[in-house]
């Protein structure tokens, strides 16, 4: 039997970086219509949400759950099992997402998504609010609120896509807290909360 040694390094901060990225950039074209409507701009963001919420989020996600299960190779952190099925669950749909965009779909199909994605959020604040880790709860409710407005955004609601924008805003300036407190905490043995 081969056994490998603990990592205290699972890869969070790509993660967070990858959906906080992709939230940047979504973020001011759903509120501010910046950049306007086009098929070049359908296509720019199309390419920045697979690559960056998508990959990121799919790698990291894969990474954990491989790492929890066939190598167990991270401490036994049961939290760590919400965070792998999130950022793996969350990484498919971002490539949904960016390949839809890409090819201007209809993006009424977003609506039963959407739910299904308030189902995610919830469980994930439950589990990180239990634990006591308040600022990955906070980020599960940030994502809860996206996706409340995703839906209204997909069934045509008036300030639906200006709250998606709003909310996509807000959860990646805190993703961006998130992926700054991983990364020094581990690299610099800092011990800002996450």
């Known amino acids: 039997m081969l056994t490998f040694a603990t990592s205290v390094y699972p890869p969070l901060a ?17 509120l501010f219509g910046y950049p306007g409507k086009s098929e070049r701009s359908d296509r720019a963001l199309g390419v920045w949400g697979v690559w960056m919420p998508g990959f990121c989020q799919l790698l990291t996600g894969l990474i954990l759950f491989i790492g929890l299960t066939w190598f167990q190779v991270f401490a036994k952190s049961p ?3 919400m965070a792998a099925l999130a950022f793996t669950a969350y990484g498919v749909h971002w490539f949904a997402i960016g390949m ?10 977003n609506a039963g998504m959407s739910v299904a994605y308030m189902v995610i959020s919830a469980i994930g604040a439950t589990v990180f609010f239990k ?3 308040w600022p990955v709860g906070l980020l599960f409710v940030g994502l809860f609120a996206i996706y409340f407005s995703d839906f209204f955004a997909s069934v045509g609601v008036g300030l639906g ?17 998130l992926t700054y407190a991983v990364a020094v905490n581990f690299s610099l043995g800092y011990h800002w909360r996450v």
């Open 79 to 81: 939290p760590l099992y």
């Open 161 to 177: 896509k200006r709250a998606l924008g709003l909310f996509h805003l807000a959860t990646g300036a805190w993703l961006m807290y």
């Open 131 to 133: 634990v006591a880790d």
């Open 14 to 30: 790509l993660g967070f970086f990858g959906l906080g990225t992709g939230y940047l950039i979504y973020g001011p074209h759903e």
């Open 100 to 109: 839809n965009r890409y090819r201007d779909s209809d993006p009424r199909t």
